[in-house]
């Protein structure tokens, strides 16, 4: 893909970084590459998971795509996005009773159950709401994708129901009550980038669909093949041959589909038509070197594309990353690129060769579109979920906002847990920091030196100033230290020591403990206040 890199940092300028832009003329193209390479008895259900962003799910809905889903906010994006419920479908190895709910009074196409315990409680929760559920059985079958380097299937995993188990037990699963069995769900694995291995493993389901439905005379109408449709990634990598891809899967599929004409097939895809069409963008912020390295620091990396790290894959690659920023000289140099977390781990990329950097430059991750910020750990540090652009007809609109500070903290519960406890409220040392404008009063400052002459028996005469150090000057022990405090208590209204919130430097000098007093106090007042308001 050929980037506009003018565009690119006009979308940084406009609207800040870490952010990510969608290209619709890549979605689109990629969306048809996959749609030409399909025959048309196979529907297409683009996974949520990979990017559920409403508007790019409303585009692909106008491409033609149906949508499968694995939560309850997917649910309700693909509907907002105008997805018919008999085009999508809910998955997922937990799902909670309050999403078999939304998804049975919607009416979706198929509750793809992944274990017979969910199958019990879909079954109960159908008679009570007096529905019949749609059901598919997800199966781990005895086979796995052999070109998957992140495989779901075909090795223990926490995800359907093992082929044997399901083939010996599938009889009874039509068996519940308010279940109708439509078909089975295969998920093998994700990256195949060998058009021979998706044909295998889609022909490996099919079969399995004949056995079962024949070995218990049942009249499926459904059958899930999965996908896992990869996309180059990295430089020793080549794309998928989708024309050789089109010539193993036609036959196979309109063959299956003369056996089976009212049989659904469903192939899953979320890399395949949402990957290639991003870029990731983000400034570098400062360069150093560190130990011989040289190293660009950026303000977005791993919180917002976990990805680049290389999830299933041993040898660690780098993604491919480019300098947007057009300069007149392009003197290549090999940097470090990471970004603004506190762990060695976040690097977009290592020993990365790119045209010259300089602090303020703008960098694109390319081919970012699949699995970015939602899988990503976007809270790390609580920098938040980065911003999202859509490129169209060279125009750019936002379709995600970036996660301000007070976004992040609207979600924090700010419990008084210390009055829960039934513990007086805890003053803590920055909270006197942050009252800075209480002026310590001639008053108080009196109160005390008056307390301290009593107490240390100081003579009339002897002065005592607002900077008289206390121990070195007036000559005040812990204990006395400790009687002062009391008796102040007994003369200053409303002042009560709370020994979580003292310390050593209050008795610094006259004004350190009057200023902790008259903070308190201010304290007090402020809390007093506010309960009032509350009340
Ligand atoms: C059940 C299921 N469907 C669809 C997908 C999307 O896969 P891909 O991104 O490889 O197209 C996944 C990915 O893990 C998945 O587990």
Known sequence: ????????????????????????????????????????????????????????????????????????????????????????????????????????????????????????????????????APVAIRINPNFSASGSPWKMGGRPTHFGIEEDTAIKDFGRYSEYSNIEIKGIHVYNGTKILEAKSVFENCEYILKLYKTISEKYGLHFSMVDVGGGLGIKYYENESELDMTELKALLAPLFNDFHLCFPNTRIIMESG??????????????????????????????????????????????RNFNIENVTKRPSSVMKTYNISGPLCTPDDLLGRDVSIEELVEGDILAVTSTGAYGPTASPVLFHSHGYPAEILQTNNTLILIRKRDTAEDILSFHVDNDLRALQGLPAAIDDNSFESITNVPVSGDLQLTISRNLRDVLMIPDEEPIFANSHLKNDLGLDSLSSVHILVSLEDQVQDFFVNPDTLLPRHFNTVETLADYIEKTLYQYDSQSESKAVTA
């Open 1 to 132: 893909m050929t980037l506009n890199k003018n565009l690119l940092v006009l979308a940084a300028k406009k609207y800040g970084t870490p952010s990510y832009v969608y290209d619709s003329v890549m979605l689109h193209s990629s969306y048809t590459e996959l749609r030409n390479a399909l025959p048309d008895c196979v529907d297409i259900f683009y996974a949520l998971k990979v990017n559920p962003n409403t508007s790019l799910v409303k585009l692909l809905r106008s491409y033609g795509a149906n949508t499968e889903v694995c939560s309850l906010a997917e649910l309700e994006i693909a509907l907002k996005a105008g997805v018919a419920p008999r085009d999508i479908i809910f998955l997922g190895p937990c799902k909670k009773e309050r999403e078999h709910k939304r998804a049975l009074e919607v009416g979706v196409f198929t509750i793809v159950v992944e274990s017979e315990t969910e199958l019990k409680r879909l079954s109960a929760l159908a008679t009570i709401m007096n529905v019949i």
């Open 271 to 316: 890399r395949f038509i949402a990957g290639r069409c991003a870029s990731f963008l983000v400034t570098v912020d400062n360069l150093k070197e560190n130990h011989g390295k040289k190293f660009a620091v950026t303000d977005g990396g791993t919180n917002c594309n976990a990805s680049v790290i290389g999830s299933g894959q041993l040898l660690k």
